[in-house]
C-alpha cells in the first residue's frame, strides 16, 4: 500500500499582502496516519470471469471526511519504494486505461462504511501480461473559509500559518491476461547486525517472469538439535513487474536462551492466499 500526505500551508500575511498557498508532497513509506481503512489491500482481476470487484472502505475516525477517487502509476524501486511516474515508458503495462471507478468521490460519517466499485472494461483488447494501476483515494480538505482556519490576531508585521493535511493511500490494481509464470530467489541472505536478542538481516529478492510476486516472508530459528521456532511475519511483500531486484533488511527479535552462535534462520517467501512457496534459504548463524 502507498500512503502520502499532502500538507496546506496557508499564509496568511498583512492587509497589504497577498495570502498564498503552497502544496508539498511527502511520501510515507511505512505508516499511515489517515483513519481510513481499506480492505482488501489489493485486487486482481485473472482471467476468472469477474468483471466488478468491490472496495470496502470505513471512516474509522472521529469527523466526517470526503476522499476523492482516481489511478495513479506507481514504479517499485529495488528499494522498495514505491515512486509515482512522472512519465510512462514502452514496458510499464498500466492497468487504468482498462478499469473504471464507482464512485469517484465519497463522504463518510464517522464509522461509517461504502463499497467502491471497480469494474473491468475492453478485456477482449488487451494484449498478454500483467497491468497495475493504484487505486488512490485522496482526502479532501474541510471547505471552511481560509479566514475561519486563521487563528488569533495578525499585526502589519508578522504572518500566521495553518497547517492543513491532506492524506492519500494507495491499494494496487492488477490485471493479468494469459498464463502466468514466475519465479522468486532470495539471494545475498546475510546477517547485519547483534545486540543481546535483536538481530537484523539482509537480502535480495530475484524475480523472473510475467508477473509479479505478493505473499508473506516467514523467518524461523532452527536449533542445532532440528527444533523449529517461529520469530516473525513479515506481510503484503511484493516484488512488483517489470521490476525483476528488491533489497531489504529485516529487525528480529530472538527469544531468550536460543544460542546465536550456533543453529540457523531460514527464510520462506510465499504466495498470497495458497501459501505456495516462491523462495526459501537458510542463513547458518
Known amino acids: 500500500m502507498y500512503k502520502s500526505k499532502l500538507i496546506s500551508f496557508y499564509l496568511r500575511p498583512s492587509k497589504d499582502w497577498i495570502g498564498a ?10 505508516y499511515a496516519q489517515s483513519d481510513l481503512l481499506i480492505f482488501p489491500k489489493r485486487i486482481v482481476f485473472d482471467g476468472n470471469n469477474q468483471k466488478v470487484k468491490k472496495v470496502y472502505v470505513t471512516n474509522n475516525g472521529i469527523e466526517t471526511a470526503t476522499y476523492k477517487i482516481s489511478y495513479i502509476e506507481l514504479d517499485m524501486d529495488e528499494e522498495g519504494k514505491l515512486v509515482e511516474l512522472d512519465t510512462i515508458y514502452d514496458n510499464q503495462n498500466i492497468a487504468s486505461k482498462n478499469l473504471r471507478i464507482y464512485p469517484r468521490q465519497i463522504t463518510l460519517l464517522p464509522g461509517e462504511s461504502q463499497v467502491v466499485k471497480v469494474q473491468l472494461v475492453n478485456e477482449r483488447n488487451i494484449k498478454e501480461g500483467e497491468y497495475r494501476s493504484h487505486l488512490y483515494f485522496r482526502s479532501v480538505p474541510n471547505p471552511k473559509n481560509p479566514e475561519e482556519r486563521a487563528s488569533g490576531e495578525v499585526s502589519d508585521d508578522n504572518i500566521s500559518i495553518t497547517l492543513n493535511y491532506v492524506y492519500g493511500i494507495s491499494i494496487a490494481n492488477i490485471i493479468r491476461i ?13 546477517l547485519e547486525h547483534i545486540q543481546e536478542q535483536n538481530i537484523s538481516v539482509s537480502m535480495s529478492f530475484e524475480r523472473k517472469g ?7 516472508i516467514e523467518f524461523e530459528y532452527i536449533s542445532p538439535s532440528g527444533k523449529i521456532i517461529h520469530l516473525k511475519t513479515v506481510k503484503g511483500f511484493a516484488v512488483y513487474a517489470p521490476g525483476n531486484l528488491r533489497r531489504t533488511q529485516f529487525g528480529l527479535s530472538i527469544l531468550d536462551g536460543l544460542d546465536l552462535n550456533n543453529g540457523k534462520i531460514r527464510a520462506t517467501y510465499k504466495e498470497e492466499g495458497n501459501d505456495r512457496i516462491y523462495a526459501q534459504e537458510v542463513l547458518n548463524l
Do not use: Q, T
Request: aromatic share 6%; charged share 10%.
Open 178 to 190: 494469459g498464463n502466468p509464470n514466475i519465479e522468486v530467489s532470495i539471494e545475498s541472505f546475510k
Open 21 to 30: 498557498a503552497i502544496l508539498i508532497l511527502i511520501s510515507l513509506s511505512s
Open 210 to 216: 510475467n508477473i509479479s510476486s505478493y505473499g508473506h
